[in-house]
């Protein structure tokens, strides 16, 4: 369903640019036309238009709906999530020296990925002066990234009868979904409907999820096993899969957004606006990570969440780094009313 929302928002975005492109054309190359969207006026454009007195302005009130495109970086990060074979950990708790919630855990990792989500929006737009104004939006919008990663655990398996280190492969979609709030100054030197956007935007996270299938690479005897009653092996597979939302990722981002719009004049009152912005992080991604040592740690109140992962040697199978971030492009639509 989501990729099905996310190719009519496509198809939206094109639509409307090839829209603004044709109505264009065709104003340019008819001569009996009158002025449009694109001419120059005396006293302003589509956004500053004619006024009485030197302190009329207008007001604009509207709707977006996009894309983002999120580039996730500056990783490796590793996580845990519930083993689908393995509901229960009857043995949870300090005293049992597990900290995990669930049996044998799926531990995973994930490192440079990108993919496409959706936006959806509101937009008040409150021009200060010829050249100025402030746009304030509120939307709702995720940032979703595919990760695709191997990773070598550098030891043995106890259970194989090979000298075949362990090797995993993680395929890994992840969807932050966050409700965004921006306050934009809009700078529009030229009376053209060409304008550009700087500002602060704070992004509040309501949930997110991670839909990881894992799989054993190497060694071949080596299987995901599902118990009964945890005395009897009733099944052997050499993948898994889980979904679950992971803990330690902080609750608010702050990000720099930076871009243009366009205005196209569909009547006097009416205006469609296609924006295209960036928002660069300015906040850390990644709260807290909890210690891989089951000795020192309490036990894990989350069904998943980032860990350190370390091998029965105790070295770092993945280098964590804190600095795990995500930029993301907004690719936007949207309809503009005129309050007078």
């Known amino acids: 369903m989501r990729h099905t929302i996310r190719t009519c928002l496509c198809l939206l975005l094109l639509s409307g640019i090839f829209a603004a492109g044709s109505r264009a054309g065709a104003t340019t190359h008819d001569p009996e036309k009158g002025g449009s969207a694109f001419s120059l006026r005396d006293g302003g454009d589509v956004l500053r238009p004619e006024r009485t007195s030197s302190s009329e302005y207008f007001w604009f009130i509207g709707i977006d709906a996009g894309i983002t495109y999120s ?6 990060v590793s996580f845990f999530m519930p083993n689908p074979y393995h509901v229960s950990n009857p043995f949870y708790g300090p005293m049992y020296n597990s900290p995990f919630p669930h049996a044998y855990p799926l531990t995973a990792a994930a490192d440079e990925g990108d993919g496409v989500g959706l936006y959806l929006g509101l937009t008040l737009d409150f021009p200060l002066s010829n050249a100025f104004g402030l746009v304030i939006k509120g939307n709702y919008h995720n940032r979703t990234g595919g990760f695709s990663l191997l990773t070598d655990l550098g030891e043995v398996h106890p ?3 090979t000298d075949l280190t362990t090797v995993l492969e993680h395929e890994t979609d992840w969807t932050f979904d966050y409700l965004g709030f921006d306050m934009l100054l809009r700078i529009q030197p030229l009376e053209i409907p060409l304008y550009g ?3 602060p935007s704070i992004g509040i996270l309501s949930s997110n999820t991670a839909e990881l299938t894992q799989r054993i690479v190497q060694p071949e005897d080596l299987f995901y096993t599902e118990w009964l009653d945890d005395q009897e092996v009733i ?9 679950e939302e992971i803990a330690g990722f902080m609750d608010t981002r702050i990000d720099l957004k930076l871009g243009f719009g366009y205005m196209i004049e569909l009547s006097e009152s009416l205006f469609l606006v296609p924006e295209v912005t960036v928002a660069v992080p300015m906040s850390d991604f990644i709260d807290s990570v909890y210690p891989a040592d089951p000795n020192v740690d309490p ?4 069904n998943g969440a ?4 370390e091998n029965g040697f105790n070295e ?8 795990f971030n995500v930029i993301t492009t907004f690719i936007t639509i949207g309809l503009r009313w005129r309050i007078d």
């Not at 099944?235 to 979904?243: L, V, Y």
């Not at 036990?299 to 989350?302: E, F, S, Y």
């Not at 980032?306 to 992962?309: A, D, E, P």
């Open 197 to 199: 956007l700087i500002g």
């Open 71 to 76: 580039r996730f970086q500056n990783g490796p």
């Open 306 to 309: 980032l860990i350190g992962w």
């Open 235 to 243: 099944s052997e597979f050499t993948s898994a899969s889980s979904e």
């Open 299 to 302: 036990p894990i109140d989350d």
């Open 316 to 323: 770092p199978i993945v280098g964590f780094n804190n600095d």
């Open 159 to 161: 259970d194989t009868e």
